[in-house]
Each structure stands twice: as structure tokens, then as C-alpha cells.
């Protein structure tokens, strides 16, 4: 069993390579929930549906997030009358998020609606929310705290960053199956998929049992940067970085995660970066990490796959 931690596109990217090369019984994809908000009534949750989207092959792969073949009748007649727009909602998405706000009002834990939607859309892979109570990501900046969605996508990441802040994290329980995963002895490996550290990786970083769990592993823990000479592939990481004083580079990101993570897979125009990397302790594999596809996703996981297996071997730990 591997557990990997996504959010965002690129974790949803490395986790359907993930689930294409290992079975549903030796995979759990652990999705970051630090982004969901109530918007317009509804519970939001953009991570969670990336994933399942994308590992159910329903998603937009131009943009990445969102439902494939959408229409935007909802939003078009909601702007008409003066409704708040700058969320987009598609018509076919809408009905992700009424089946989830109308279950999650019965009393219906996040995981097992998630694990409930995710099985209808075909999906076979365990895909478990870090909490089941809410986490929200707060995004300090020099005008002030703002909701992650308000400074992501209504202010286009404009407001430079001074630090975040995980509402409810302390507070965090975690779902059953997840529990089941972090007190048992069946995860032989982690994977940290490509996602932002910031805010897509940190929320779960900061959930006390996940938190607690890493620190104390003995399996290894393999990590794919999500920044590529330079530059980020997808979101504001880059900017963050810099914003925060950090180095933007494939280092940069070994250094912020420090000994959390045992083996790092940079991308080739990173390769001069590989001593670098090494010598703060780190195993490193160097490879095309860029999934602009399915097969590139496949062919990327099972160089983790095969990575990981290789540091589990040794004993990494």
C-alpha cells in the first residue's frame, strides 16, 4: 500500500498515473480539503473534485479543473442578475457540489460522501479527504487575512503573501479509513504528489495525526517537485516562494520539506540541481516530470513506483 498526498492539478495528474499503475488495494490518494469554502450555499470542495474528476476521466483537461464538455447556463443567468460570478460554477459541476451540500446537511461525513460520489463516477481507488471537520487555509497578506478562493481566484493570487494560517487544523479528525491507514502497518511508502507546498501540502501537514504519523514513519517518503526551472507548472508556488524569501527552485522546495522527505524527483532541466539536493540527505531521481497527458502521468508514476520500492528496500528509514 502507498499512501499519496495531493491537491491541486498536479497531484491529480501524478494520481491517476498512480492509480493506472498500482491496484485500488495498494493505493490511498489523500486529498487536501484546506481549500473548501461555502460559496452561493453550496460546499465547494476543488481539490476533492479535481481528483476524483480527473482519476474518473470526466475533467477538463484544458484547464485541468472542473468537469469536461461543460456549459455555463447557471452562471450565465446568475450574472444577469446580479449574483456573485467570480466563482465559476458549471452546470454539470453543479451537481458535485447539491448532492454534497444536501448529504453533508443529513450528517454525512465528508469521507464517505466522497467515497459515495467518487464509486458512481467509476473511480476505484480509495480517494479520503485529510479531516472530516473543516480546514480552512487563511492567506495572511500586508492588506490583511483573506479566504483562500478570495485571494486565489477572486483576486488572481495579486496580494503578496506574508504566511498562512490552517483554521480548525488543530481541531482536525481524521476520516476512519484514514486512521485505519495511519495506526496500521499496511503503508509501506508515501508519495508527496507535485502539488503547492504552500497551500495544498501544508494543510495536511498541519492535521496533528498526519503530522504526528510522518514524523514518526519508518517507510520512506518520495516527493515530486512541483517547480520546474524555476517556475511553477500550474498556481502561484513560484510566486509564493519568492514572496516569502525562498529559493525558487527544485532545492528550494528539498529545502522546505527538509527531512520529511527521504527521495526527490526532479525534472531533467533541474539535473544541475541534483548535488545540491543530495547533499541535504536526499536520494534523487531525475526524469521528465511534466504530465501533459495520461501516458505521461503513467509513465512518471511508475518511475515513483519503481523509486520508491527501491528506497523501501534499502531502508530508507
Given at each position: 500500500?502507498?499512501?499519496?498526498?495531493?491537491?491541486?492539478?498536479?497531484?491529480?495528474r501524478l494520481a491517476v498515473g498512480l492509480a493506472q499503475v498500482l491496484a485500488p488495494?495498494?493505493?490511498?490518494?489523500?486529498?487536501?480539503?484546506?481549500?473548501?469554502?461555502?460559496?452561493?450555499?453550496?460546499?465547494?470542495?476543488?481539490?476533492?473534485?479535481?481528483?476524483?474528476?480527473?482519476?474518473?476521466?470526466?475533467?477538463?483537461?484544458?484547464?485541468?479543473?472542473?468537469?469536461?464538455?461543460?456549459?455555463?447556463?447557471?452562471?450565465?443567468?446568475?450574472?444577469?442578475?446580479?449574483?456573485?460570478?467570480?466563482?465559476?460554477?458549471?452546470?454539470?459541476?453543479?451537481?458535485?457540489?447539491?448532492?454534497?451540500t444536501a448529504a453533508l446537511r443529513r450528517g454525512v461525513p465528508l469521507s464517505e460522501?466522497?467515497?459515495?460520489?467518487?464509486?458512481?463516477?467509476?473511480?476505484?481507488?480509495?480517494?479520503?479527504?485529510?479531516?472530516?471537520?473543516?480546514?480552512?487555509?487563511?492567506?495572511?497578506?500586508?492588506?490583511?487575512?483573506?479566504?483562500?478562493?478570495?485571494?486565489?481566484?477572486?483576486?488572481?493570487?495579486?496580494?503578496?503573501?506574508?504566511?498562512?494560517?490552517?483554521?480548525?487544523?488543530?481541531?482536525?479528525?481524521?476520516?476512519?479509513?484514514?486512521?485505519?491507514?495511519?495506526?496500521?502497518?499496511?503503508?509501506?511508502?508515501?508519495?508527496?504528489?507535485?502539488?503547492?507546498?504552500?497551500?495544498?501540502?501544508?494543510?495536511?501537514?498541519?492535521?496533528?495525526?498526519?503530522?504526528?504519523?510522518?514524523?514518526?514513519?519508518?517507510?520512506?517518503?518520495?516527493?515530486?517537485?512541483?517547480?520546474?526551472?524555476?517556475?511553477?507548472?500550474?498556481?502561484?508556488?513560484?510566486?509564493?516562494?519568492?514572496?516569502?524569501?525562498?529559493?525558487?527552485?527544485?532545492?528550494?522546495?528539498?529545502?522546505?520539506?527538509?527531512?520529511?522527505?527521504?527521495?526527490?524527483?526532479?525534472?531533467?532541466?533541474?539535473?544541475?540541481?541534483?548535488?545540491?539536493?543530495?547533499?541535504?540527505?536526499?536520494?534523487?531521481?531525475?526524469?521528465?516530470?511534466?504530465?501533459?497527458?495520461?501516458?505521461?502521468?503513467?509513465?512518471?508514476?511508475?518511475?515513483?513506483?519503481?523509486?520508491?520500492?527501491?528506497?523501501?528496500?534499502?531502508?530508507?528509514?
Open positions: 500500500m502507498i499512501v499519496a498526498l495531493a491537491g491541486g492539478v498536479g497531484g491529480a488495494k495498494a493505493l490511498a490518494i489523500v486529498v487536501n480539503t484546506g481549500d473548501d469554502f461555502e460559496h452561493l450555499g453550496l460546499t465547494i470542495c476543488p481539490d476533492i473534485d479535481t481528483v476524483v474528476y480527473t482519476l474518473a476521466g470526466v475533467h477538463n483537461p484544458a484547464s485541468g479543473w472542473g468537469r469536461g464538455e461543460e456549459t455555463w447556463s447557471f452562471m450565465h443567468a446568475l450574472r444577469g442578475l446580479g449574483g456573485e460570478a467570480w466563482f465559476q460554477l458549471g452546470d454539470r459541476d453543479l451537481a458535485m457540489h447539491v448532492l454534497r460522501l466522497t467515497r459515495a460520489l467518487s464509486r458512481r463516477l467509476g473511480v476505484r481507488h480509495a480517494v479520503i479527504p485529510m479531516s472530516d471537520t473543516p480546514v480552512r487555509t487563511r492567506v495572511k497578506t500586508a492588506g490583511g487575512e483573506l479566504a483562500f478562493q478570495d485571494y486565489f481566484v477572486r483576486l488572481r493570487c495579486r496580494p503578496r503573501v506574508r504566511g498562512f494560517r490552517f483554521a480548525g487544523a488543530a481541531r482536525a479528525r481524521v476520516p476512519p479509513p484514514l486512521y485505519r491507514l495511519i495506526t496500521g502497518d499496511a503503508v509501506k511508502a508515501i508519495v508527496v504528489c507535485p502539488s503547492n507546498p504552500y497551500v495544498s501540502v501544508a494543510p495536511m501537514l498541519h492535521v496533528p495525526a498526519l503530522r504526528g504519523w510522518l514524523r514518526a514513519r519508518r517507510i520512506p517518503v518520495v516527493a515530486v517537485s512541483p517547480i520546474v526551472g524555476g517556475a511553477a507548472i500550474k498556481g502561484p508556488a513560484a510566486k509564493i516562494m519568492r514572496e516569502l524569501g525562498a529559493e525558487r527552485s527544485a532545492a528550494g522546495i528539498a529545502r522546505h520539506y527538509g527531512p520529511l522527505v527521504d527521495g526527490w524527483v526532479i525534472d531533467t532541466v533541474d539535473a544541475p540541481l541534483r548535488g545540491r539536493i543530495e547533499a541535504l540527505g536526499h536520494d534523487v531521481v531525475v526524469t521528465d516530470t511534466l504530465m501533459p497527458d495520461r501516458c505521461a502521468s503513467e509513465r512518471l508514476a511508475r518511475e515513483v513506483v519503481r523509486f520508491v520500492y527501491a528506497l523501501a528496500r534499502r531502508g530508507a528509514r
